[in-house]
């Protein structure tokens, strides 16, 4: 098989995750750093970061990234570049989920999630294309959710429309980057095992709900297929649903 068609290894590649400090991010950096990949994770308080695997570590560069402040995706990509020279992958993972019933929900919750959910994932895609564009493999990996391909009566409606328009970006970053080899996928896991909906009614029972590892190997099997194998969306649902 010729190079361009066997999958990516991992060795050398750099990978810009944004949540790493628990839940999903968490387990992501995990499977990313046994894999091989060079990391650099992006959290909000580098100083509390407890990851049991992570000691001192030439591969891991550790920043501080917090998804409200505007100038924070400049600055933890200019110091990844700085730091590795290079960039393979973005995973944007950062997110939170705030209650918003429809009639009487709060805007400010509203507010919030756009900041996190869109905004901060497109600031982060602004901020690292060029590289991911010199990379010629360059790979995007936005966590979206089932929540951003159908709409449930018992659903924050704010999640829902910022996981709905985080799909839209997903697919404009498709267009943005093709021609120069990045690839762009909105990965859609139904319920999963963290704090995110630890406390939520009407959610798949916690027993069913996928392991936060099993989204990392989705991400980690997203991140190596080549150029030719484009993955736009891939849902991971805990149940049967109508056409998901
Ligand atoms: N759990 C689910 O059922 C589920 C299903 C589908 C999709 N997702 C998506 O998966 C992603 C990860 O969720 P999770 O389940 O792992 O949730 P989680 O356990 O609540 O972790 C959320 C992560 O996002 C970070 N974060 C939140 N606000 C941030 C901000 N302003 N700036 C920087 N980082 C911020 C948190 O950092 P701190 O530790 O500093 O708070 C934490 O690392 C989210 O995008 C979520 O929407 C989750």
Redesign the pocket.
């Known amino acids: 098989m010729s190079e361009v068609h066997a999958n990516i290894p991992p060795q050398g590649r750099v990978v810009m995750l944004?949540?790493?400090?628990?839940?999903?991010?968490?387990a992501v950096a995990q499977r990313l750093h046994e894999e091989g990949y060079v990391l650099s994770l992006?959290?909000?308080?580098p100083a509390a970061l407890d990851l049991p695997w992570l000691r001192d570590d030439a591969r891991v560069l550790v920043c501080e990234?917090?998804?409200?402040e505007r100038a924070a995706a400049a600055r933890w990509t200019a110091a990844t570049l700085e730091r590795f020279g290079r960039l393979d992958a973005l995973v944007n993972?950062?997110?939170?989920?705030l209650p918003m019933p429809f009639a009487s929900g709060d805007e400010s919750a509203l507010d919030t999630m756009w900041?996190?959910?869109v905004k901060?994932p497109l600031r982060l895609l602004r901020a690292t294309l060029n590289a991911l564009r010199a990379s010629g493999r360059g790979r995007v990996v936005n966590?979206?959710?089932?929540?951003g391909k159908r709409f449930r009566p018992t659903d924050s409606i704010g999640?829902t429309m910022t996981?709905h328009a985080l799909m839209a970006l997903t697919h404009a970053a498709r267009f943005e980057g093709y021609a120069d080899g990045v690839r762009a996928t909105a990965l859609?896991?139904?319920?999963?095992?963290?704090?995110?909906?630890a406390n939520l009614a009407g959610?798949t029972p916690r027993a069913e709900?996928?392991q936060?590892d099993t989204?990392a190997q989705a991400v980690a099997f997203l991140l190596c297929l080549p150029n030719n194998a484009v993955v736009a969306e891939l849902v991971l649902n805990t149940r049967l649903e109508s056409m998901l």
């Open positions: 944004s949540g790493a400090s628990r839940g999903i991010g968490a992006g959290v909000r308080r990234y917090d998804a409200c993972n950062a997110g939170t989920l900041e996190v959910n901060a966590i979206a959710s089932t929540d999640y996981k859609c896991p139904g319920a999963v095992d963290t704090e995110l909906i959610v709900r996928l936060p989204v």
